[in-house]
């Protein structure tokens, strides 16, 4: 059970689904021998897979690789239905980042078979986290940075002007095919630096100059 924290107070509505993107980095598609798709690759994470980011969060062990993938996270504050851009905005009630944790070698394993990934994207814990902050901040949803920081050095870099599928028209075609509710969180793609994360490891993830969050890597009991 995960309340997201919006400006410092828990937000009124638990999590609820989880809708990720996939592949929204050129950089990031190519730097796994993935094609770039000409449409965005959908999937969702449970609302149990949410987890506060800080001060630590714990990874699977026993599993192959857990890799990060930091990600701009949004979270819905308004229900959207067969949306139109224009309608997306006031229904955002925040913008943080999450780590759309994966086991890549259980979701290369999937892939190879032709088999849905939710085992390798979907565990306990699999989307750490941070706060929120208001949505009436943003004032360019394509000029949004964001950075993660391994053990001192820089893993991830990127913004929102590089993803392949910007970020307000993304919502609105997700919600032609699942509808949106109050507490939903919807994770908009990853740049390129993905990589393993081990048992010990010190984390810094930032967003702009409005949030950095740091934390630890926990092995997972």
């Known amino acids: 059970m995960y ?3 919006l400006e410092g107070q828990p937000f009124t509505h638990l999590t609820g689904k989880i809708v990720c993107v996939g592949r929204n980095y050129a950089e990031h598609a190519r730097e796994l021998n993935n094609p770039i798709p000409s449409q965005p690759i959908l999937f ?24 990060h993938e930091l990600e701009i996270a949004v979270l819905i504050g308004q229900r959207l239905c ?19 944790l ?27 986290l941070s706060d929120f902050v208001a949505a009436s901040r ?5 000029q949004l940075s964001l950075t993660l920081v391994r053990n001192g050095q ?12 910007p970020l307000l028209p993304l919502i609105a075609h997700m919600s032609r095919i699942f509808t949106l509710n109050p507490g939903d969180i919807i994770m908009t793609g990853t740049p390129a630096g993905v990589g393993p994360l081990l048992p010990g490891d010190q984390l810094e993830a ?13 092995e997972m009991g």
């Open 3 to 5: 309340f997201p924290i």
């Open 44 to 67: 969702i994470k449970p609302a149990d897979a949410a987890v506060s980011m800080a001060p630590s969060f714990r990874i699977p062990q026993g599993q192959g690789a857990v890799h």
């Open 82 to 100: 067969h949306a139109a851009e224009d309608d997306v905005p006031a229904a955002i009630a925040g913008v943080g980042l999450g780590l759309d």
């Open 102 to 128: 994966t086991l890549r070698d259980v979701q290369d394993g999937l892939k190879a078979k032709g088999q849905p990934w939710e085992i390798a994207k979907g565990f306990d814990g699999a989307c750490p």
């Open 138 to 142: 943003v004032e360019d949803w394509q």
């Open 154 to 165: 820089v893993q991830q870099q990127g913004n929102s002007a590089d993803m392949l599928f």
């Open 206 to 218: 930032r967003l702009q100059d409005w949030l950095s969050v740091h934390c630890s890597v926990e």
